[in-house]
């Protein structure tokens, strides 16, 4: 599809974990990466598994140096520049988070991204690492840490209060180069980023050209809903099965005249691989109903229409899927001819 760089998994983790990166790493052109703690062995397994980036890290807010790390300042500082020299020296591409950024006292936030940068730092990674950022002072993060070092800027948005994506948009604005993402926004409590909506977003919202194959989105967050076992909502922004749905029956006569009515415009159901659906239920008008009925091979008259979409509004009222087959029903008891009807079976 065209994806940047793939975060293949943390190498030193098992021996099963290390095989699995190592095989991602040999299977594809794009850009591979290991996770590593700041400690020896974790960067020399990744750098055994054939990566291309090692991402090493190092908790840096109180609470996290004090009951995490159980860990001083001084020591995370030291740990981390000794992980990013270790990694360079072995001629690899390094990225280091402050993991726990946005919770991080700004100053010493500063004080460990310069020292890492004089240690010859290729990208800083700013993790919202408990989702409680706000854009507005995600962004302003950002900007501060691009003041203070050369090394291109990365983002981790977690979405605990619904911001993540946000979130990882608001870092682009700011001046960061790059966005970690998880496909169906999957990953530790309620998920990260999306990589659905971030890329959707860039691509219709700010017109860049993300180099992605938008049009294979959908098949992939159907096979990561069905390898994860984690159900993708309905109402998923971009993948779920009802982002290009409509029931309503204004939205419903608007979108079958012209899709801009009531779908962003600048994102359609084909650029990332979906189709557009008009459900039937208690909210549904004659225009759907008719469009439905004409798709699956009848010809109603205006009455006929009328008829069905009653039917259908009552079976919608009792929370049942008024799908193909019950239409047809409907269709049938009213007298609706079809198209596949023989001369001798309508005149009957």
């Known amino acids: 599809m065209g994806t940047h760089v793939i975060e293949a998994g943390f190498p030193v983790n098992s021996e099963a974990e290390f095989e699995a990166v190592a095989d991602i790493a040999a299977s594809t052109d794009a850009t591979t990466c290991g996770l590593a703690r700041v400690v020896d062995k974790d960067i020399e397994a990744a750098l055994d598994s054939g990566v291309d980036m090692v991402h090493t890290f190092v908790s840096t807010s109180d609470v996290q140096l004090a009951d995490s790390m159980h860990a001083s300042r001084e020591e995370a500082v030291e740990r981390a520049v000794r992980s990013v020299e270790h990694v360079r020296d072995a001629g690899v591409e390094v990225m280091f988070s402050p993991m726990d950024a946005t919770r991080t006292d700004e ?84 998920g990260n980023a999306a990589y659905e909506e971030v ?39 971009v993948v779920g099965r009802n982002a290009f749905s409509h029931e309503s029956g204004i939205h419903a006569a608007g979108v ?7 779908e962003p415009g600048v994102m359609t159901p084909e650029m990332v691989g979906a189709t557009r659906e008009f459900v039937l239920g208690k909210h549904t008008g004659t225009h759907s109903v008719r469009k439905r009925l004409a798709d699956i091979g009848f010809d109603p008259s205006d009455a006929e229409v009328r008829e069905v979409t009653r039917r259908v509004k009552d079976h919608g009222a009792e929370k049942e899927r008024v799908d193909d087959s019950t239409l047809e029903v409907f269709a049938r008891d009213v007298g609706i001819t079809h198209e596949d009807d023989t001369e001798e079976e309508v005149r009957a």
């Open 256 to 262: 079958i005249e012209n899709a801009d009515t009531f």
């Open 199 to 237: 890329v959707m977003a860039a691509e219709s919202l700010y017109g860049v050209d993300t180099g992605i194959d938008t049009t294979k989105i959908t098949e992939l967050a159907r096979i990561v809903e069905a390898a994860s076992d984690i159900p993708v909502p309905a109402n998923k922004p």
């Open 107 to 190: 100053d010493f936030l500063i004080e460990v991204v310069e020292a890492v940068s004089e240690a010859g730092v290729d990208w800083i990674n700013l993790p919202d690492t408990c989702g409680v950022a706000t854009p507005t002072r995600f962004a302003r993060m950002v900007a501060t840490v691009r003041e203070h070092t050369d090394a291109r800027i990365d983002v981790h948005a977690h979405d605990d209060f619904g911001l993540a994506s946000a979130n990882a948009m608001a870092g682009f604005e700011a001046g960061a180069a790059q966005a970690q993402v998880s496909v169906n926004g999957i990953g530790e409590r309620a």
